[in-house]
Protein backbone atom coordinates (compact mmCIF):
# COMPACT_ATOMS: atom_id res chain seq x y z
CA UNK A 1 0.00 0.00 0.00
CA UNK A 2 2.86 2.13 0.82
CA UNK A 3 4.57 3.20 -2.14
CA UNK A 4 7.32 5.97 -3.06
CA UNK A 5 8.45 7.32 -6.13
CA UNK A 6 11.51 9.16 -6.95
CA UNK A 7 12.37 11.84 -10.14
CA UNK A 8 14.79 13.83 -11.31
CA UNK A 9 17.68 11.63 -12.29
CA UNK A 10 19.25 11.37 -15.44
CA UNK A 11 22.01 13.09 -17.20
CA UNK A 12 23.79 15.62 -15.93
CA UNK A 13 27.34 17.54 -16.29
CA UNK A 14 30.19 17.53 -13.60
CA UNK A 15 29.89 20.80 -11.46
CA UNK A 16 26.14 21.31 -12.24
CA UNK A 17 23.28 20.68 -9.44
CA UNK A 18 20.75 18.01 -9.38
CA UNK A 19 17.95 18.20 -7.41
CA UNK A 20 15.91 14.51 -6.78
CA UNK A 21 12.44 14.17 -5.28
CA UNK A 22 10.34 11.62 -3.82
CA UNK A 23 6.88 11.30 -3.77
CA UNK A 24 5.27 9.08 -1.16
CA UNK A 25 1.75 7.82 -0.97
CA UNK A 26 -0.12 5.69 1.22
CA UNK A 27 0.04 6.91 4.60
CA UNK A 28 1.58 10.64 5.66
CA UNK A 29 5.51 10.26 6.26
CA UNK A 30 4.87 12.96 8.74
CA UNK A 31 6.11 11.21 11.63
CA UNK A 32 9.27 8.91 10.07
CA UNK A 33 12.27 9.33 8.96
CA UNK A 34 13.01 9.09 5.55
CA UNK A 35 16.70 8.61 3.78
CA UNK A 36 18.10 8.48 0.57
CA UNK A 37 20.67 5.64 -0.50
CA UNK A 38 22.38 4.77 -3.79
CA UNK A 39 23.11 1.29 -4.93
CA UNK A 40 25.28 0.21 -7.90
CA UNK A 41 25.20 -3.33 -9.59
CA UNK A 42 26.73 -5.65 -7.63
CA UNK A 43 26.93 -3.41 -4.63
CA UNK A 44 24.95 -3.35 -1.37
CA UNK A 45 22.92 -0.13 -0.64
CA UNK A 46 24.79 2.72 0.76
CA UNK A 47 23.62 5.60 3.18
CA UNK A 48 23.54 9.14 2.28
CA UNK A 49 21.37 11.15 3.84
CA UNK A 50 18.38 10.97 6.59
CA UNK A 51 15.86 13.60 7.55
CA UNK A 52 13.85 12.76 10.91
CA UNK A 53 10.43 12.42 11.75
CA UNK A 54 7.99 14.84 13.86
CA UNK A 55 6.14 14.38 16.63
CA UNK A 56 2.85 15.41 17.14
CA UNK A 57 3.42 18.54 18.25
CA UNK A 58 6.03 19.34 15.00
CA UNK A 59 5.26 21.94 12.79
CA UNK A 60 6.78 21.18 9.46
CA UNK A 61 10.18 21.55 9.95
CA UNK A 62 12.96 19.25 10.21
CA UNK A 63 14.20 18.52 13.52
CA UNK A 64 17.70 16.63 12.74
CA UNK A 65 19.59 15.47 9.41
CA UNK A 66 22.56 13.03 8.97
CA UNK A 67 25.23 12.47 6.06
CA UNK A 68 27.50 9.84 4.94
CA UNK A 69 30.99 11.40 5.20
CA UNK A 70 31.70 11.33 1.62
CA UNK A 71 28.97 13.69 0.81
CA UNK A 72 27.91 15.60 3.79
CA UNK A 73 29.42 19.24 2.17
CA UNK A 74 27.39 18.69 -1.42
CA UNK A 75 24.25 16.66 -0.31
CA UNK A 76 21.35 18.27 1.47
CA UNK A 77 17.94 16.17 1.93
CA UNK A 78 14.79 18.28 2.92
CA UNK A 79 11.00 17.52 3.35
CA UNK A 80 7.87 18.75 3.06
CA UNK A 81 4.94 16.75 5.15
CA UNK A 82 2.35 18.57 3.53
CA UNK A 83 3.10 17.33 0.31
CA UNK A 84 4.39 13.72 1.08
CA UNK A 85 7.65 14.87 -0.52
CA UNK A 86 11.44 14.04 -0.01
CA UNK A 87 14.28 15.58 -1.76
CA UNK A 88 18.15 15.31 -2.16
CA UNK A 89 19.75 18.24 -3.53
CA UNK A 90 22.96 17.38 -4.78
CA UNK A 91 25.59 20.30 -5.48
CA UNK A 92 28.15 20.47 -7.71
CA UNK A 93 28.10 16.80 -8.90
CA UNK A 94 31.17 14.42 -9.87
CA UNK A 95 31.75 11.15 -12.00
CA UNK A 96 31.59 9.58 -8.67
CA UNK A 97 27.92 10.53 -8.05
CA UNK A 98 27.14 8.09 -11.02
CA UNK A 99 24.51 5.38 -9.21
CA UNK A 100 21.11 4.79 -8.95
CA UNK A 101 19.67 6.35 -5.92
CA UNK A 102 17.06 5.51 -3.74
CA UNK A 103 14.45 6.66 -1.53
CA UNK A 104 13.53 4.93 1.98
CA UNK A 105 10.55 5.37 4.45
CA UNK A 106 11.56 4.21 8.14
CA UNK A 107 8.81 2.87 10.74
CA UNK A 108 10.94 5.19 12.96
CA UNK A 109 11.55 8.69 14.08
CA UNK A 110 14.76 8.96 14.58
CA UNK A 111 17.28 9.72 11.92
CA UNK A 112 18.78 6.39 10.45
CA UNK A 113 21.90 5.63 8.80
CA UNK A 114 20.98 1.69 8.67
CA UNK A 115 19.04 0.42 5.23
CA UNK A 116 17.54 -2.30 7.06
CA UNK A 117 15.21 -0.20 9.21
CA UNK A 118 13.58 1.21 6.24
CA UNK A 119 10.47 -0.87 5.25
CA UNK A 120 9.65 0.80 1.61
CA UNK A 121 11.71 1.96 -1.24
CA UNK A 122 11.07 3.56 -4.22
CA UNK A 123 12.39 2.12 -7.38
CA UNK A 124 15.35 4.08 -7.76
CA UNK A 125 16.24 7.71 -10.23
CA UNK A 126 19.41 6.65 -12.47
CA UNK A 127 21.91 9.74 -12.01
CA UNK A 128 24.73 9.30 -14.34
CA UNK A 129 27.13 12.65 -14.45
CA UNK A 130 29.29 13.33 -17.59
CA UNK A 131 32.69 14.86 -18.00
Known amino acids: QRQLEERGGGLVQSGASLKLSCAASGGSIRPAAMGWFRQAPGKGREFVAS???????????????EYAESWKVRFTITRDNDKNMVYLQIDRVSADDTDVYYC?????????????????WGQGTQVTVSS
Open 51 to 65: IGGFVLSGYGSERST
Open 104 to 120: GWSSYAAIISDSTDYHY
